[in-house]
């Protein structure tokens, strides 16, 4: 795919310190993407005065309002839009000037990109963030982790990923045809790695590129509302929503068995906290059945799909 314009999406809420931080990173990135590159931020009804701030400060820069979705706003932002491709970035992400030419190379590359995402550090620029993701199976659910053994000797190097929170190029009319970014995650957690297990599902990759830069603050806006303690609890209710979702076979199977002694374990050290995000999950059960209805490949070759993807990304 020849890419001779796109478009950054910057995802809002309540986030204008980090907005007033980060934007001009943006800009500056979009000024120096090679193609026609416009930036619009999708304010998901802060009441920070963002909007306000951003029409007297940045009065060149679009702004979309949207009801809260989490990332899921950004799938009727982007039916909107002409772009082959959008990036898709958070608030609490700063660019780096060069960083979106080999994102969109990407595609150029691969017939089969379904995103790209760059090499993320920490905010402060000294530590490995993230964005080379893999996969592993843990007390019987799935987790997406960039930070691994051994992964300071391989950051460098392009590859296949399973996952892009954060920042990540996205081919508008492939992400749009498997659903985008799915409301049964919201407020958020764990939606980027569904994203990237139906993309490959549907015979799209995730691409790694790590000569795009880019810096994440990492819950810059997220942690606030939530709290450490409440960000583990939506990773735990959403891991179980995509295992009840996604997984079928003898992984599926693991997954249920694994259910009861790990809520054992959480009554007796007194993590009620933890069972709640069961219980949680539960309620949502009804969403995660409709999904599983809406397949089109028989439970053989999902099965068979399923497995390879967790065995290219295994660690």
């Excluded at 017939?111 to 620029?125: E, R, Y």
């Excluded at 997406?144 to 990923?161: F, Y």
């Excluded at 795009?212 to 819950?219: E, V």
Aim: charged letters at 25%.
């Amino acid at each position: 795919m020849t890419t001779d314009r796109t478009h950054i999406l910057v995802l809002n809420y309540n986030g204008r310190p980090l907005l007033d931080e980060c934007l001009p990173t943006i800009v500056e990135a979009a000024a120096g993407a090679g193609v026609p590159c416009a930036v619009t931020v999708v304010d998901n009804g802060s009441s920070d005065g963002s909007r306000e701030w951003l029409a007297g400060h940045w009065p060149e820069i679009g702004l979309i309002g949207h009801d809260n979705l989490g990332l899921a706003s950004f799938n009727d932002v982007l039916e909107t839009l002409e772009e082959p491709i959008v990036l898709l970035l958070n608030n609490d992400v700063k660019l780096e000037r060069g960083s979106l030419p080999p994102l969109l190379r990407a595609f150029e590359e691969h017939d089969d990109a379904l995103f790209s995402a760059p090499l993320c550090w920490t905010f402060d620029g000294k530590d490995y963030e993230g964005m080379r993701t893999r996969v592993r199976s843990r007390f019987g659910l799935v987790q997406g982790m960039s930070r691994v053994p051994g992964i300071e000797q391989v950051w460098h190097k392009a590859d296949l990923t399973a996952a892009a929170g954060p920042v990540l190029a996205v081919d508008r009319r492939r992400f749009l045809e498997i659903g985008g970014f799915d409301p049964l995650y919201f407020p958020g957690r764990i939606e980027d790695l569904d994203l990237g297990f139906r993309g490959w599902m549907a015979g799209y990759r995730g691409y790694y590129e790590p000569q795009s830069i880019a810096f994440h603050r990492g819950f810059g806006s997220f942690g606030p509302a939530f709290g450490a303690g409440g960000c583990d609890r939506l990773a735990t209710r959403n891991s179980f929503l995509f295992a009840w979702k996604n997984l079928r076979g003898l992984r599926l199977v693991r997954h249920l068995l694994w259910i009861p002694p790990r809520l054992m374990y959480w009554i007796a050290r007194g993590r009620l906290d933890m069972a709640f995000s069961l219980l949680a999950a539960i309620r949502r059960w009804g969403k995660t059945r409709t999904n599983r209805q809406r397949r089109r490949v028989g439970n053989e070759g999902w099965v068979a799909r399923q497995e390879a993807f967790f065995r290219r990304f295994a660690w």
